[in-house]
């Protein structure tokens, strides 16, 4: 038969729990963070609300599907963009058409709107670049100058054809990001 003494015993406990007390443990710390270049300014015109006038259209020449009145063109521009800023990115966040998401809904009270027509915009210069509810465009900042001109162009478009006469008014949000 065994016997265990009890100090033993307990000498043998108080040692165990110093080591284990004792024991490391390694771990990791991670860090991000993002360096961004200082804004631009809006120009005035776009601060105040830029209203683009998309003209009157007959509705005879909306009455087939993928049909389109002229393209309007119009600028957003930003001035006194800092030293270092190279490009400027745009973001266009605005109600997507229900028959055709690349396309701005009208949102004139029913009363009183346009049906089956909507708002198509697109890059200036390239007309196929077609911008909707979440599209991006980039340009570099003229480092002399100090500018950067997001050249677009909008117009009725009617995406299923059949429209009826009344008023069109869509809101596109912009917002830009510098590098």
Not at 9 to 30: E, R, W
Not at 67 to 88: I, Y
Request: hydrophobic residues 40%.
């Amino acid at each position: 038969m065994i016997k265990i003494n009890p100090v033993s015993l307990l000498a043998a406990s108080a040692l165990t729990l110093l080591l284990c007390t004792g024991a490391q443990a390694d771990a990791t710390l991670n860090f991000s963070g993002k360096l961004v270049a200082p804004a631009c300014t809006v120009g005035s015109t776009l601060a105040a609300g830029q209203n683009v006038d998309l003209g009157s259209t007959g509705r005879v020449q909306l009455q087939h599907a993928n049909q389109a009145g002229e393209w309007q063109e119009f600028d957003l521009v930003l001035t006194n963009c800092p030293t270092g800023t190279t490009k400027s990115t745009v973001t266009f966040t605005g109600t997507p058409d229900g028959v055709n998401d690349t396309l701005f809904a009208n949102a004139e009270p029913t009363d009183t709107a346009a049906t089956h027509v909507a708002v198509q915009m697109a890059e200036r210069g390239n007309l196929s670049n077609v911008l909707s509810n979440g599209s991006t465009l980039e340009k570099n900042v003229d480092s002399t100058a100090k500018t950067v001109t997001f050249p677009l162009a909008a117009r009725l478009y009617t995406p299923d054809g059949g429209a009826r006469a009344g008023k069109v008014k869509a809101t596109v949000l912009v917002n830009f990001t510098y590098q």
